[in-house]
């Protein structure tokens, strides 16, 4: 009976929880059967299971090729440095946020939130009215008042990697900024009071109390971005550049490199088959850096 009394009680929370829970099994667990057709040959007539049987001839296709390197270097890198560079830009804006006050924080709040809900399409033309080469902004307007030539963007490979870690930390640094912003706002203020008391600075609060505090967020936002290393923003990578053959050098990842060689041979085990090698190398990713975490502080671990 009281068992029964505490589920009735708990109806509307897991009435709320059925539409994450719905979409959850749609689109993580229902396709789990298709992942049959990495090692297969697949055949539209013959149909997933019936379609003839590879091994790991497929997962070959990511490494045969002279792009290999390219692809794989140019996915771990770029991730790196996307998970430094938009933590550390994230945590700074959380700080900014909850020195402001009143109205002030909430329009920086939806100001700093508003390029992340911008899609990544949207944000490749943005970038393309910036950095083109006729009538963009850059070589119309700034390069001109400092004196400068213009710059052929989408034909010089080498400024792309600064490139892309900027347009990245614009998408990405509203919505980690919100996370850091709830995590420092749950903070007990008390704390900060007898700092104050105490004779501490601003910075000293910081350092001393915020980033600390910050510790278990920070570690649990960047184990769930080690886990997509080997995945890429397809729309930053992809469109942000405009598909620019030039570009390849510095843009291409393992996400577009399978992406163009479906177009060009329409192969979907070859697709599943990357898909199954990037989610297989996540999880161990995350489990290497989690018992990494675990062995230098357990309380932060995850598990």
Same mark, same amino acid.
């Given at each position: 009976?009281?068992?029964?009394?505490?589920?009735?009680?708990?109806?509307?929370?897991?009435?709320?929880?059925?539409?994450?829970?719905?979409?959850?099994?749609?689109?993580?667990?229902?396709?789990?059967?298709?992942?049959?057709?990495?090692?297969?040959?697949?055949?539209?007539? +013959?149909?997933?299971?019936?379609?003839?049987?590879?091994?790991? !001839?497929?997962?070959?296709?990511?490494?045969?090729?002279?792009?290999?390197?390219?692809? $794989?270097?140019?996915?771990?890198? =770029?991730?790196?440095?996307?998970?430094?560079?938009?933590?550390?830009?994230?945590?700074?804006?959380?700080?900014?946020? #909850?020195?402001?006050?009143?109205?002030? +924080?909430?329009?920086?709040?939806?100001?700093?939130?508003?390029?992340?809900?911008?899609?990544?399409?949207?944000?490749?033309?943005?970038?393309?009215?910036?950095?083109?080469? +006729?009538?963009?902004?850059?070589?119309?307007?700034?390069?001109?008042?400092?004196?400068?030539?213009?710059?052929? /963007?989408?034909?010089?490979?080498?400024?792309?990697?600064?490139?892309?870690?900027?347009?990245?930390? /614009?998408?990405?640094?509203?919505?980690? #900024?919100?996370?850091?912003?709830?995590?420092?706002?749950?903070?007990?203020?008390?704390?900060?009071?007898?700092?104050?008391?105490?004779?501490?600075?601003? /910075?000293?609060?910081? $350092?001393?109390?915020?980033?600390?505090?910050?510790?278990?967020?920070?570690?649990?936002? $960047?184990?769930?971005?080690?886990?997509?290393?080997?995945?890429?923003?397809?729309?930053?990578?992809?469109?942000?550049?405009?598909?620019?053959?030039?570009? =390849?050098? $510095?843009?291409?990842?393992?996400?577009?490199?399978? =992406?163009?060689?479906?177009? !060009?041979?329409?192969?979907?085990?070859?697709?599943?088959?990357?898909?199954?090698?990037?989610?297989?190398?996540?999880?161990?990713?995350?489990?290497?850096?989690?018992?990494?975490?675990?062995?230098?502080?357990?309380?932060?671990?995850?598990?």
């Amino acid at each position: 009976m009281r068992q029964k009394s505490k589920f009735l009680r708990f109806i509307p929370v897991y009435v709320m929880m059925l539409p994450g829970l719905a979409y959850l099994f749609i689109n993580n667990y229902m396709p789990l059967p298709g992942l049959v057709l990495a090692f297969k040959k697949y055949d539209a007539r +013959k149909g997933i299971y019936g379609s003839d049987w590879l091994g790991f !001839q497929n997962f070959l296709y990511l490494f045969k090729t002279s792009d290999a390197w390219v692809i $794989t270097r140019n996915t771990i890198l =770029y991730n790196l440095a996307f998970i430094v560079v938009n933590t550390v830009f994230a945590i700074a804006v959380a700080i900014i946020l #909850c020195e402001l006050a009143g109205r002030a +924080k909430k329009f920086y709040q939806s100001a700093i939130l508003l390029p992340n809900l911008i899609s990544s399409v949207i944000v490749g033309y943005l970038v393309f009215a910036f950095l083109s080469a +006729k009538n963009g902004f850059v070589n119309n307007t700034i390069l001109p008042f400092f004196g400068k030539e213009a710059i052929a /963007w989408y034909s010089e490979a080498k400024y792309w990697p600064f490139i892309l870690i900027i347009v990245s930390a /614009w998408k990405s640094v509203g919505y980690n #900024c919100i996370i850091y912003l709830a995590a420092i706002l749950g903070i007990d203020h008390g704390i900060y009071e007898s700092a104050r008391i105490d004779g501490a600075s601003k /910075w000293q609060q910081i $350092t001393q109390i915020t980033l600390p505090l910050l510790r278990p967020t920070v570690i649990m936002l $960047t184990l769930m971005a080690v886990g997509r290393m080997f995945y890429s923003d397809f729309g930053l990578f992809y469109q942000t550049p405009m598909n620019q053959g030039a570009l =390849y050098s $510095t843009t291409n990842t393992i996400d577009t490199y399978v =992406y163009r060689g479906l177009l !060009q041979l329409g192969n979907i085990s070859m697709s599943a088959a990357a898909g199954f090698y990037q989610s297989i190398v996540g999880f161990i990713l995350v489990l290497g850096a989690n018992m990494l975490v675990r062995r230098i502080d357990k309380d932060s671990a995850l598990i």
